[in-house]
């Protein structure tokens, strides 16, 4: 009640925060010790009209980029979802923040065998933990644009032979 009554005395400064410096509402309740809606329903008092809120930049901090994308391997959607972003919005910040994004050579790879294989080559891969493993390997050949045939040799093996 103290800080509230406290505020009545500080209208035109509130509003000068709040309209000439461009502070938020948040920022001048910290500021006067009173809640975020004590300063709403002053400034609203006064007729002063609410800012477009807009879409407000998510903070994300440089230290928490490097250490998820360089540091624990991520890769830049995933360091997206961990910190609830989009991923334009972490390609952005890498940008402004000078932060040097890793080289598909030290990315690790699923199958690393597939990316040496010439057209009609075989190869023998361990088969995934997956409930679809074939479908695990293909997927990994469509991203690196080639075809691929894959047969089971048995439980624990797949023959994967590069098609033209």
């Known amino acids: 009640m103290k800080n509230r009554n406290k505020l009545e005395d500080k209208l035109d400064e509130i509003e000068r925060l709040y309209v000439r410096k461009k502070l938020t509402m948040l920022e001048i309740a910290e500021r006067f010790e009173v809640s975020e809606a004590a300063i709403w329903y002053r400034l609203k008092k006064m ?3 609410r ?3 807009g ?4 903070k994300v901090k440089r ?3 490097v ?5 624990k ?3 830049i959607k995933n360091v997206a979802s961990r ?3 989009s991923s334009a919005t972490i390609q952005d910040r890498v940008t402004k923040f000078g932060i040097s994004v890793r080289s598909s050579e030290s990315v690790k790879k699923k199958y690393p065998e597939l990316y040496n294989l010439q057209i009609e080559d075989s190869v023998l891969i361990p088969k995934p933990a997956h409930k679809r493993p074939h479908r695990a390997i293909y997927l990994e050949a469509q991203k690196i644009n080639i075809r691929i045939s894959v047969k089971s040799m048995n439980e624990d093996t797949f023959r ?3 098609l033209a």
């Open 51 to 53: 800012r477009n809120q």
């Open 47 to 49: 007729g002063v009209c």
């Open 55 to 58: 879409i407000q930049p998510k």
């Open 73 to 75: 391997g991520m890769a």
């Open 63 to 65: 230290e928490s980029i």
């Open 160 to 162: 994967v032979t590069r």
């Open 67 to 71: 250490n998820l994308h360089i540091f």
């Open 83 to 85: 910190l609830r972003v």
